[in-house]
């Protein structure tokens, strides 16, 4: 019997990727034709549709399970939303800062001196409780949740704030586009800042 689909939705909710991947393959011929008007030509160079709808699929499964279906056709504003959000943030660091400075990786820590500044970056702790930690167990602890992101997120973020690349640098070694790099940077810190919110390292720092 063939599912209806709020069914294949209701499955897809219920954690089955099979019938969320459907759902995206179906909704992504739409929501291209949707993007595609929205890129102004001068940024056509850094970043285009597909950029924005592989960051947003991946986002998708991620964040499926939050999904409630309140009307027909919510699925599809939802995944828009996040699309959009997504060529916001394309736009908003492209614009603010399309190279780090030349001086990058002199003036800011690399390795695993970069661990604590990346934690406070994060604002998910004080800069007095992160420092508090053992170092071992700071890198210990951003690198098991490291390891629970997506592998392009981790890519990214180990790349960029963790060896110093620069974004051009990071999207050269993942053969990605430079506005790609940054959505997947944005993406990225805000899943990593969740995961380490749930840690008992950090969950009770003040």
Known sequence: ?????????????????GALASLLEEAGLKL???????????FRAEFDVDDILQVTFTEAFLRIRE???????AFHAWLRH???????DAIKHLERDKRPPAGRRLTEPVGEDSYAPLVERLAITTTTASRALVRSELISCVDEALSRLPEDYETALRLYEIEGFSGEEVA????????????LLSRARECL??????????????
């Open 193 to 206: 800042a969740d995961l380490l919110r749930k840690t008992p390292h950090f969950s009770s720092s003040a």
């Open 67 to 73: 999904f409630e279906p309140a009307h027909d056709g």
């Open 32 to 42: 291209h034709a949707e993007l595609a008007t929205r890129i102004h030509p001068r």
């Open 82 to 88: 996040i699309a959009e959000n997504n060529l916001r």
């Open 172 to 183: 050269e070694r993942m053969n990605r586009s430079h506005g790609a790099v940054r959505m």
């Open 1 to 17: 019997m063939k599912l209806t689909d709020r069914q294949i939705l209701e499955s897809a909710i219920a954690g089955d990727r």
